[in-house]
Structure formats: structure tokens, C-alpha cells
Nanobody, 125 residues
Framework: QLQASGGGLVQAGGSLRLSCAASGRTFSRFGMGMGWFRQAPGKDREFVAA????????YYADSVKGRFTISRDNAKNTVYLQMNSLKPEDTAVYYC??????????????????WGQGTQVTVSS
């Protein structure tokens, strides 16, 4: 099970940190790749960032590169998404996802095996 949290309402230029806590026997295994996606109303779910099982490799969508940072704490089975310099166009429901192959390079929805519930991020102008 994946549990996302940390969303909220913030002004443009502000910051938020999202967390995704993994629980259950499946996720206790070290090495699952983790990703963040987002979905705005009326739009498809889009890739935001991914991190490999060891945490050594990360991958970002061009739209968030330099503003967002993905990280993980394997001891806590938790992945984070630090979002800085937020823009109104970052407004969306954010989802975390896990892939059993441990890749940091997956950016497609179908490449992920497990999904958490979303957390709403709203950026006001």
C-alpha cells in the first residue's frame, strides 16, 4: 500500500513537500523504483519524477527540473517530493507509484505496478 500526503494550498513561488509511505510485505523489499505523477482536471496523468531503488539515480520531467527534488529514505520506506518555486500550472492531484524492477527511468503510467491515492496540490497566483 502506498499512502501519499503533504498536499495543500500554497501561493505561487511557495514550497510543499509531499511524502509517500509504503507499507506491507511487498514494499519492505529494498529496491523498488518510485515515481511521482500528477493529473490536472481534464488532462492525462503525467510524469513528474522518478528515483531508483538505491536512490542513486533520479529522473525529472522538463517542466519541473530545477524546482522539484525527489528523494527516498529506505529505512522509513518513504519517498519525498520537495517542490519549490511552485507555479499555478503545478496545480494537480499528485500520485506516487512503485515499480518492482527498481528503475529510475520509467516515465509512463503503464510501467508502474502499484499506485497510491492522490494528494491535492493547489497553487494560487
Amino acid at each position: 500500500q502506498l499512502q501519499a500526503s503533504g498536499g495543500g494550498l500554497v501561493q505561487a513561488g511557495g514550497s510543499l513537500r509531499l511524502s509517500c509511505a509504503a507499507s506491507g510485505r511487498t514494499f519492505s523489499r529494498f529496491g523498488m523504483g518510485m515515481g511521482w505523477f500528477r493529473q490536472a482536471p481534464g488532462k492525462d496523468r503525467e510524469f513528474v519524477a522518478a528515483i531508483g531503488g538505491s536512490g542513486g539515480n533520479t529522473y525529472y520531467a522538463d517542466s519541473v527540473k530545477g524546482r522539484f527534488t525527489i528523494s527516498r529514505d529506505n529505512a522509513k520506506n518513504t519517498v519525498y517530493l520537495q517542490m519549490n518555486s511552485l507555479k499555478p500550472e503545478d496545480t494537480a492531484v499528485y500520485y506516487c507509484a512503485a515499480d518492482v524492477r527498481g528503475s529510475a527511468w520509467y516515465s509512463q503510467v503503464h510501467e508502474y505496478d502499484f499506485w497510491g491515492q492522490g494528494t491535492q496540490v493547489t497553487v494560487s497566483s
